[in-house]
């Protein structure tokens, strides 16, 4: 909250030095954008913790008895009630629908697509070598014709 009353204090501070020259309206300009700026802090702050409960709340359905107080302190997540942990403890990708592109793969999946990939690129680098040969075979040509004429 203090760096946004400072900075909106900086930013009035300079509108009304661009706006009024080195009058008294600075102050005056310092004054007005630091309390607006300390407003929609504060504004803001409480609306983000009423967000929050009200995740935390619809996360953990009807039971969730804990309010959290302020973000920063340490013991937030003891003071959810025990739905609310559990919910946070779960695998996302498990939630997910079926028809969703994401899954878990296992390991065996995981070392089936590494397998293929690099059957993939190692058809690809023999490509790559077979025309450097040709590139290599029709440039001694080249030199082989050069010398002849």
Do not use: C
């Not at 504004?43 to 008895?65: P, V």
């Amino acid at each position: 909250m203090f760096s946004s009353v400072v900075a909106g204090g900086i930013t009035g501070g300079i509108l009304s030095f661009i706006s009024y020259g080195r009058r008294a309206a600075i102050f005056s300009g310092i004054g007005f954008f630091a309390l607006v700026s300390a407003a929609g802090q504060y504004s803001f702050t409480l609306w983000n913790r009423w967000r929050r409960e009200r995740i935390l709340r619809d996360m953990a359905g009807k039971q969730h008895d804990a309010v959290v107080e302020d973000s920063a302190s340490s013991g937030m997540f003891a003071k959810m009630g025990k739905k609310a942990r559990q919910a946070l403890l779960v695998d996302p990708i498990s939630r997910l629908p079926d028809w969703f592109p994401l899954r878990r793969l296992s390991s065996t999946e995981y070392r089936g697509i590494l397998e293929l990939r690099r059957e993939e690129v190692s058809a690809e680098l023999g490509s790559l070598r077979a025309a450097i040969r040709a590139m290599d075979m029709r440039e001694l040509s080249l030199e082989e014709k050069s010398k002849q004429i």
